[in-house]
């Protein structure tokens, strides 16, 4: 409690999953909130249940203008920024190179890239008003890895991850630092978006990703916003002050390796198809000296 006290922030995304998560984790740790997202109800009952601690900005990330006024809207109202939260995000198709267009790529670029490096520029001078700041954006493991994500999803949040570092040699001077986390699976509205899943399927989704998302990775245990919350505090609080310019995986363990290293039963099949190649070898063997 009262890691934030005092402390302005400034989060994307923040009506749903990990964003919403964070906001919550925020309030309780004492920080003023100013979120920016494009789902206004959400927001609007956001800012009605913290009354005086959140407040809500219609804010397109893909929109230059928009992330600008966001900014400036946390300086105005609370007098600066401390804490700026790139999070807002999306799956963003297609899934293969093949069905890839310009356009495609672009939006995604826009949306998970573009974004947090503009979310910086218009940060700075709120956060250099307050004497520094810390920055935290939201990479993924898809970032660190192939088969994690679309395509042009899992090459945005590599470049995110580069930003971060690019961006805290370019600020360290300034007093701010720069992070980024890198969530494994959490259950997220993010894998059932309104405009493409009905909500009748998005509940059949949700309630099969609930059941094996424990068996996902080493950890035995579903991922969850708050998981992420807690790893994006430790970034925001002074316990960071002497880390910027790295990223976190914050996935259970996903990123440890490839299935069989940590899964009990992959590990006794794998053991299973090798003692099953040195018997047939063996027996190849005693055919071999047989026959001469
Ligand atoms: P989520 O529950 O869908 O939350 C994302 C939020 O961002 C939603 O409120 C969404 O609004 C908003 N948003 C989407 N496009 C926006 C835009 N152009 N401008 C402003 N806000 C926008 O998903 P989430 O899982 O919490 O995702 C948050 C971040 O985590 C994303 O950057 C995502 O890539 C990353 N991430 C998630 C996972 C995971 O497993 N969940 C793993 C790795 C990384 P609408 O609901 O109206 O679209």
Not at 35 to 46: H, K, R
Not at 173 to 194: H, K, M, Q, Y
Request: hydrophobic letters at 45%.
């Amino acid at each position: 409690m009262d890691r934030l006290k005092g402390k302005i922030a400034v989060i994307t995304g923040g009506c749903s999953g990990i964003g919403l998560g964070t906001v919550e984790r925020f309030v309780a740790e004492g920080a003023r909130v100013l979120v920016g997202d494009i789902s206004d109800a959400a927001g609007a009952e956001l800012a009605a249940r913290f009354e005086g601690q959140v407040a809500y900005r219609r804010c397109d990330v893909t929109d230059e203008s928009q992330i600008k006024a966001l900014m400036d809207e946390a300086g105005s109202r609370f007098g600066g920024i401390d804490i700026l939260f790139n999070n807002a995000g999306a799956g963003g198709a297609p899934n293969r190179f093949e069905d890839m267009t310009g356009e495609a790529w672009d939006s995604v670029q826009a949306l998970l890239v573009r974004s947090v490096a503009l979310g910086i520029t218009y940060a700075i001078p709120h956060m250099k008003a307050r004497g520094g700041g810390s920055v935290i954006n939201t990479a993924s493991i898809a970032g660190t890895q192939a088969g994690y994500g679309p395509v042009a999803y899992s090459t945005a949040k590599a470049a995110v991850i580069h930003l971060t570092r690019v961006a805290a040699a370019d600020l360290a001077r300034d007093g701010i630092r720069v992070n980024a986390i890198c969530p494994g699976l959490i259950l997220t509205n993010i894998f059932t978006p309104a405009e493409t899943v009905s909500p009748g399927l998005a509940t059949l989704i949700k309630q099969t990703m609930a059941q094996s998302a424990p068996n996902t990775q080493p950890i035995e245990k579903a991922g969850v916003p708050a998981d992420i919350a807690a790893a994006v505090l430790f970034f925001a609080s002074e316990e960071s002050a002497f880390v910027t310019g790295t990223h976190l995986l914050v996935d259970g363990g996903l990123g440890v390796g490839p299935r069989n290293s940590w899964d009990p039963e992959m590990r006794a099949e794998r053991q299973r198809v090798m003692e099953e190649r040195r018997a047939a070898f063996a027996a190849a063997q005693v055919e071999d000296v047989q026959a001469g």
